[in-house]
């Protein structure tokens, strides 16, 4: 038995008895070279987060009364990340960019400025997937893991107000009625819905809100600087871990223009998933929407954009005046919708409300349209 082993455990035991947990500690990374306000921004973060519940490793710039590993570029000091991942010798690392592979994309944690509420912004780095559909489904089911890894045993999810958002709560519908363990969140308008909008962005309504990356990046840089003129995040936990399948480096992004506080929230995010182990938590989800048809609903987006022989010239039937409105159509199949109506001598036009698109038709066909949209599965 080597006297480093030794040591090592005496020093595990002598920082259990000083804290209380006689569990192995955690230990998390942070990258030190990168950021627009120099390394000693991100030590800081280290050493606000550095309370004693986990350990803090540095990699790239050290400093004193941490463990660390000094390299002199970027790009060594991300081989060294990898090499302590990979061999366990740290349990996640927090950093400022790394290249995730398609089908991994990161989970974000802000909190709301309208009630000082912690949301999960799914995602907010990576690509899902590369269908706009798919990636934010498989976004909901990584929102979902990575908020129970971090304790809240069933998370509500809504869905952001965006384009795609009907046909993904279609989806999601589908796997909660065929088993799929989860709650929707309401709206806090009052026509409510698990599509949300913008007020409860600000409020936090949902535990987790799902979203495509690109917004959910902007979003992040909003709620994380928008007291700050935007150079310097100052609040939140960071863009979060990289979240897939099977996907099993616990690598959490931050912004180069992220500052000390959300560095030191990162770390503690950082901790939260290792202890929760949000990979094996990914898996089981993932395991579990499969087992409620998920592969089947990705299959049949693929056959909704496949191109098709020949395109079926639909007439309109005689124009009439259309004051009614019927929404819950997604707005990337809003056109075809329209269609299937006049296929079936409704006339109707397309139009845009308040919350989302509309297809107009006359108060007197209503029923009839209803009936039409849901029998050719535009609406539920």
């Known amino acids: 038995m080597s006297n480093k082993f030794i040591s090592d455990v005496l020093l595990e035991v002598a920082d259990a008895i000083e804290s209380g947990n006689f569990g192995k500690k955690i230990k998390v990374g942070l990258t030190t070279l990168g950021s627009e306000h120099g390394s000693e921004n991100l030590i800081n973060g280290a050493i606000l987060a550095n309370k004693g519940d986990f350990e803090i490793v540095l990699i790239g710039k050290g400093a004193e009364g941490f463990t660390s590993y000094e390299t002199e570029t970027e790009d060594e000091m991300y081989k060294v990340m990898e090499q302590l991942l990979d061999s366990k010798e740290i349990d996640a690392c927090v950093t400022m960019h790394y290249?995730?592979?398609?089908?991994?994309?990161?989970?974000?944690?802000?909190?709301?400025?309208?009630?000082?509420?912690?949301?999960?912004?799914?995602?907010?780095?990576?690509?899902?997937?590369?269908?706009?559909?798919?990636?934010?489904?498989?976004?909901?089911?990584?929102?979902?893991a990575t908020a129970k890894s971090c304790g809240i045993a069933k998370p509500t999810v809504g869905i952001l107000n965006l384009d795609g958002a009907r046909q993904v709560e279609k989806v999601l519908l589908s796997l909660k009625e065929n088993g799929y363990d989860f709650d929707f969140a309401e709206s806090m308008r009052a026509d409510g819905g698990s599509v949300m909008r913008g007020n409860d962005l600000l409020i936090g309504v949902p535990d987790v809100m799902v979203t495509d990356t690109l917004t959910g990046n902007?979003?992040?840089?909003?709620?994380?600087?928008?007291?700050?003129?935007?150079?310097?995040?100052?609040?939140?936990?960071?863009y979060g871990p990289g979240i897939g399948e099977n996907y099993d480096r616990r690598v959490l992004i931050l912004s180069r223009a992220s500052g000390t506080p959300v560095v030191a929230n990162a770390l503690k995010y950082a901790f939260e998933i290792?202890?929760?182990?949000?990979?094996?938590?990914?898996?089981?989800?993932?395991?579990?929407?499969?087992?409620?048809?998920?592969?089947?609903?990705?299959?049949?987006?693929?056959?909704?954009?496949?191109?098709?022989?020949?395109?079926?010239?639909?007439?309109?039937?005689?124009?009439?005046?259309?004051?009614?409105?019927?929404?819950?159509?997604?707005?990337?199949?809003?056109?075809?919708?329209?269609?299937?109506?006049?296929?079936?001598?409704?006339?109707?036009?397309?139009?845009?409300?308040?919350?989302?698109?509309?297809?107009?038709?006359?108060?007197?066909?209503?029923?009839?349209?209803?009936?039409?949209l849901k029998k050719n599965d535009f609406i539920k």
């Open 99 to 144: 290249n995730f592979p398609i089908g991994v994309s990161t989970v974000g944690r802000v909190v709301t400025p309208g009630r000082g509420r912690e949301m999960y912004l799914a995602t907010t780095t990576g690509t899902s997937a590369t269908d706009r559909v798919e990636a934010m489904v498989r976004n909901a089911i990584y929102g979902i």
């Open 218 to 238: 902007l979003l992040m840089k909003v709620f994380s600087s928008f007291n700050t003129g935007g150079d310097f995040e100052a609040q939140g936990f960071g």
């Open 274 to 372: 290792a202890k929760g182990e949000v990979n094996v938590v990914a898996r089981e989800e993932y395991k579990k929407a499969v087992s409620c048809g998920l592969d089947k609903e990705f299959a049949e987006l693929k056959s909704k954009k496949a191109p098709k022989e020949a395109v079926e010239e639909v007439v309109a039937p005689p124009k009439e005046v259309v004051t009614e409105g019927i929404a819950g159509v997604d707005i990337l199949d809003l056109e075809d919708a329209v269609k299937a109506l006049w296929k079936d001598g409704i006339y109707a036009e397309s139009g845009m409300g308040c919350t989302g698109p509309i297809v107009m038709i006359a108060p007197d066909k209503l029923d009839a349209a209803m009936e039409c």
